[in-house]
């Protein structure tokens, strides 16, 4: 439990950070409308993924105990580095100052 706990702080920690820190707005851009990300949708995605990676180890050391972690392994690594390298990444910006007009 203590993993998934620092698996939503971290994230939350890096976006304390960036927007009210350093003042880099996290926005998601879809045309001409612009959605501003704040600390709780960062915080519950992780906790998601957090829970999603747990309960995948949990359901793959009941059905293959013998290699259920190389298993895990081998579907959680390629999120491991880039963890915004998915299909909605295109849509997301990171931009300076407040929203435009």
């Known amino acids: 439990m203590g993993i ?3 698996a939503v ?4 920690g890096v976006w304390l950070v960036a927007d009210p820190l350093l ?3 996290l926005r998601i ?5 612009t959605l501003d990300i704040g600390a709780v949708p ?6 998601l993924a957090s ?3 747990w309960g995948l180890l949990a359901a ?5 105990v013998r290699r259920a972690r190389a298993v895990w392994t081998g579907v959680a690594a390629p999120y491991w580095p880039c963890p915004s390298c998915r299909s909605s990444a295109t849509a997301w910006t990171v931009a300076p ?5």
């Open 29 to 33: 851009a879809d045309g001409e409308q």
């Open 42 to 47: 960062v915080a519950v995605v992780a906790l």
């Open 60 to 64: 793959l050391e009941r059905f293959a």
């Open 4 to 6: 998934t706990a620092l």
């Open 51 to 53: 829970l999603c990676g």
């Open 9 to 12: 702080l971290a994230p939350v």
């Open 97 to 101: 100052g407040p929203p435009p007009p």
């Open 23 to 25: 003042g880099h707005r």
